[in-house]
């Protein structure tokens, strides 16, 4: 079963796919003291799915956990003990806690601002970290989408939380650009390859028939938190022209991967590349 995540290794480094995937190796985990950038972006998550418990959010219940810092600190503090399997947080993990509470905050304060443009008191939850999967191609195909929302009937938005970097490439796309970004996703050792548009494609494939989305019109939306400070979050709609060029090139990725002729390559970069292979490596 492939993801949206193992094409991209595919396409970072052919070599590194076939170590991950096809032969399944795990790099050697480290214990670590502090939050990584992985789990640092796991806590926020997580945070989020916690407060967004009920399958409706209104304005007033938005209004409530702003009031409601400590206890949203709290939670916090419990799941960064968690992930580092901790006494207590102490040192640097204060200072991050403080960090992904000030996310949290302006999380909530946008999705608040949001239901009055959008004219709402409320907003229905349809699900949080959603399992979607399905086939493309006769290759099947799975997802997790940490955030399935309406503000209107027969309308479903996608939400992605990314602390990550994220390109104007993977928000803005339209019927100017589609080509030319489809083209950036699938191209050889590209340095800023549009990762989340991709995310999102797979999401809105697997979407289709998915009874919470079946019909629908269909929005895409990242929540970066860096980004909230400065701007609403952007909801786009899926745009068929970008949908369709991702489709064939998907296709002809697919081909590849699976071709007994062609090797799976290293890439010429070495910070992509994490897992050493002298030669390129085949079935």
């Known amino acids: 079963v492939l993801s949206a995540t193992t094409v991209q290794n595919y396409l ?8 991950g995937t096809v032969k399944e190796l795990k790099a050697e985990e480290e214990v670590a003291e502090s939050l990584d950038y992985g789990m ?35 939670k916090i503090k419990e799941l960064i003990i968690d992930e580092l399997n901790l006494m207590e947080v102490s040192g640097r993990n204060l200072v991050v806690t403080d960090v992904i509470l000030k996310y ?42 940490d955030r399935l929302d309406s503000f209107h009937e027969g309308q479903v938005r996608v939400v992605d939380y990314k602390t990550g970097k994220v390109l104007e490439d993977d928000e803005k796309i339209n019927d100017d650009n589609a080509e030319a970004i489809a083209d950036n996703i699938f191209a050889s050792d590209v340095k800023d390859r549009p990762k989340i548009a991709l995310q999102f494609y797979m999401y809105d494939l ?14 895409n939306c990242v929540y970066s938190p860096a980004k ?8 786009m709609p899926r745009n068929q022209r970008f949908f369709n060029a991702v489709s064939e090139r998907l296709e002809q990725t697919l ?29």
């Open 12 to 19: 970072a480094c052919p070599a590194k796919f076939y170590y």
């Open 104 to 145: 949290v905050m302006k999380t909530l304060q946008r999705d608040l601002e949001l239901l009055q443009t959008e004219g709402a008191g409320s907003f229905e939850v349809l699900g949080r970290e959603v399992r979607v999967h399905g086939e493309f191609k006769g290759q099947r195909f799975k997802g997790f989408i």
């Open 228 to 235: 909230l400070f400065k701007e609403a979050p952007l909801t």
């Open 40 to 74: 640092f972006g796991t806590v926020y998550h997580e945070t989020m799915r916690s407060l967004y418990a009920s399958d409706r959010m209104t304005a007033k219940d938005i209004q409530s956990w702003l009031g409601r810092e400590d206890e949203i600190k709290s």
């Open 206 to 219: 697997l979407l289709e028939n998915h009874p919470l989305a079946k019909g629908k019109q269909m929005y």
């Open 255 to 283: 081909n590849e991967m699976y071709s007994l002729e062609i090797p799976f390559r290293r890439t010429s970069d070495e910070k992509i590349s994490e897992i050493a292979c002298d030669d390129p490596v085949g079935f």
